[in-house]
């Protein structure tokens, strides 16, 4: 599906979770040092670090960010918070200057409250995913900016979206994959 949606790029993944989400990729790095860049046709490069060291990811997202065009993909944004509020300074430059740079991220996370706000308000698009049936506690003000709540999606994978400003009603996509045009 990344190959379909960003033809042209080259793709980084930091697992850092090792969930074994992204083990079946090609290009999975397991080490402590950040990996060299991809050499030749490869399009893809997992790096599952075995210990978060700061210096590294540091090196590898500046790697990533001199190699457009790119998409960078973390799996926990919360790895990326190396003291409390102090994030990683080339994952702030990505997110501020990635769309002039021909790099789009892809980041996730758990645990939003640990992540400076900084992080993530240059996002252009926010998706919440709240699963098991815990969608009478969702989208208050700040998921979606309308007042209330929104009924369950009628479909098992369905998502509503709204531009991050509030701007226009929000819309119901059946499936994640309506959303993304896939």
Excluded: C
């Excluded at 930091?14 to 490869?42: I, Y």
């Excluded at 699963?131 to 999606?153: A, W």
Aim: aromatic share 12%; proline share 6%.
């Amino acid at each position: 599906m990344y190959s379909r949606l960003f033809p042209d790029a080259r793709h980084y993944i930091l697992d850092s979770k090792h969930d074994g989400d992204f083990d079946s990729f090609p290009g999975v790095v397991s080490s402590d040092r950040a990996p060299a860049r991809p050499g030749g046709n490869s399009r893809y490069q997992v790096w599952q670090p075995i210990k978060i060291l700061p210096d590294e990811v540091e090196k590898w997202l500046w790697q990533v960010r001199h190699d457009a065009p790119a998409v960078l993909e973390i799996d926990e944004l919360v790895h990326l918070v190396f003291k409390r509020g102090e994030y990683s300074d080339e994952y702030n430059i990505i997110q501020k200057t990635g769309r002039s740079l021909g790099i789009g991220s892809i980041t996730l996370t758990q645990e939003l409250s640990k992540i400076p706000s900084n992080a993530y308000k240059q996002a252009v698009h926010r998706l919440g995913f709240y699963l098991e049936g815990r969608y009478d506690k969702l989208i208050r003000n700040d998921m979606l900016k309308v007042e209330g709540k929104i009924e369950q999606p009628p479909d098992e994978h369905g998502v509503y979206y709204q531009h991050i400003n509030g701007r226009g009603d929000p819309r119901y996509y059946s499936t994640i994959q309506k959303f993304l045009g896939v």
